[in-house]
DNA sequence: ACAAAAATCAAACGTTTGTTTGATTTAATT
DNA sequence: AATTAAATCAAACAAACGTTTGATTTTTGT
């Protein structure tokens, strides 16, 4: 499906107050009003609100589709530089697309989510994870990382974590002071942060390191 | 402020709702319905649907207090079993009151909750961010944990773990294959595997270990 | 320039929303 | 037992909701 700049728009419009007040807290008309656009429109082009976020996770879903995933084939790298690359890349696509990924996280907290997206969100969850899987084999297989790694849990930790992060942003500029800075540096501050504590994190639990207790 | 049975009745099934469907997905006659009260009976006890969320924070919030902060006294534990004990708590309270902290942190994904709600939030979160901090210096005046620790980013990890974990049960449930288990062993299982996830990733990052590359 | 299609609009539709009312029943107090 | 207070209810309230309508404007294709 292609959109029209109007349809998209709207979907833009809408993926930001969804993100700002979520799906039942968002009227058609606030979406109408801040698109600028008649409120009939939304039904015109899209049919109903429950299928203009179905349009907008297609939309997304799609265009985060396997950018990636070429790095894998690249022969060059050794186990660990993969994970860290893999690592900055869901730090830049979560970080960079807060808005949708809040509705995701959202969508996730609720049991009552229909079943179109809960499909999306079930196939990408499983994209990512063999994605990681295969990683991990790689250096299972060179002999650097350790062999009991439950991937479930190292994911959890590395979404988990980005997701929390973005949203408590704003505790974690108060509690360190950063509230000075322009949005712009911290988004640049916030995402190096992340970087390395997830790198260092992940290079402890995955690697087969000999630990001396000091 | 103390409530009646009948009071806590509304005030629980609400807490299921709003986890289940969020604040703005959930009626006041869904909550009246499920609780097997009038409609009116809301408005009369607690004022408004607005009101009733905060009552609920209210209680929550204060029966949460301070039950933990006593391990710090304790002087027969080295550091590291003091985080482990903090981790193992965490995990408790967040695993034991899901519908809460899945409303709390839906609250911290929308960017227009109300002053009061912010208010319970924030406090809290120094709360748990003060005493992790004294865990850690403690640790590091006894010289086993490393200096440059970033208190913010460490909380991030626990919390976001755990909290992603838990929106995702299903999903490791599935990919783990472990739908045949029974609720309640499911439950003790992702707790202990959480726990022991989360030690050994706050064990690496936190103490002075020497490394040797393997 | 004309006809067909697409886009836009104000208005209205029928529901559902949170809340209030006022009468009635139940419980507590004297 | 009488009186007051608390609890409960069906019904009604206005406002907001998602959606549809039907007329009107704009764009497109010929």
Same mark, same amino acid.
């Given at each position: 499906?292609?959109?029209?700049?109007?349809?998209?728009?709207? +979907?833009? =419009?809408? %993926? @930001?107050?969804?993100? *700002?007040?979520?799906?039942?807290?968002?009227? =058609?008309?606030?979406?109408? @009003?801040?698109?600028? =656009?008649?409120?009939?429109?939304?039904?015109?082009?899209?049919?109903?609100?429950?299928?203009?976020?179905?349009?907008? !996770?297609?939309?997304?879903?799609? @265009?985060?589709?396997?950018? /990636? %995933?070429?790095?894998?084939?690249?022969?060059?790298?050794?186990?660990?530089?993969?994970?860290?690359? /893999?690592?900055?890349?869901v730090i830049?696509?979560l970080m960079?697309?807060q808005?949708?990924h809040n509705?995701m996280l959202r969508?996730q907290l609720?049991?009552?989510?229909?079943? +179109?997206?809960?499909?999306? +969100?079930?196939?990408?969850?499983?994209?990512?994870?063999?994605?990681?899987?295969? /990683?991990?084999?790689?250096? *299972?297989?060179?002999?650097?990382?350790?062999?009991?790694?439950?991937?479930?849990?190292?994911?959890t930790t590395l979404y988990g974590t980005i997701n929390y992060a973005i949203a408590t *942003?704003?505790?974690?500029?108060?509690?360190?002071?950063?509230?000075?800075?322009?949005?712009?540096? !911290?988004?640049?501050?916030?995402?190096?942060?992340l970087?390395?504590?997830?790198?260092?994190?992940?290079?402890?639990? =995955?690697?087969?390191?000999?630990?001396?207790?000091?």
């Amino acid at each position: 499906m292609e959109y029209n700049a109007k349809q998209l728009q709207i +979907i833009e =419009v809408a %993926e @930001q107050l969804f993100a *700002q007040k979520g799906f039942a807290g968002t009227s =058609v008309r606030d979406i109408a @009003q801040e698109a600028d =656009v008649n409120v009939s429109m939304i039904s015109y082009y899209f049919g109903s609100k429950e299928k203009l976020i179905e349009a907008l !996770f297609q939309l997304r879903m799609n @265009q985060s589709r396997s950018r /990636l %995933e070429t790095l894998l084939m690249d022969e060059d790298l050794v186990p660990m530089q993969k994970i860290n690359i /893999l690592i900055d890349s869901v730090i830049d696509r979560l970080m960079g697309n807060q808005c949708f990924h809040n509705i995701m996280l959202r969508e996730q907290l609720s049991s009552e989510r229909t079943p +179109i997206i809960s499909e999306y +969100i079930l196939s990408l969850k499983l994209r990512n994870m063999e994605l990681m899987q295969r /990683l991990i084999n790689e250096g *299972q297989d060179a002999g650097v990382f350790r062999k009991n790694i439950d991937m479930g849990l190292m994911s959890t930790t590395l979404y988990g974590t980005i997701n929390y992060a973005i949203a408590t *942003q704003d505790f974690y500029k108060k509690i360190n002071n950063l509230e000075s800075m322009s949005e712009e540096d !911290f988004q640049r501050y916030l995402k190096r942060k992340l970087s390395q504590h997830l790198k260092s994190l992940f290079k402890s639990t =995955v690697t087969n390191e000999h630990r001396i207790e000091s």
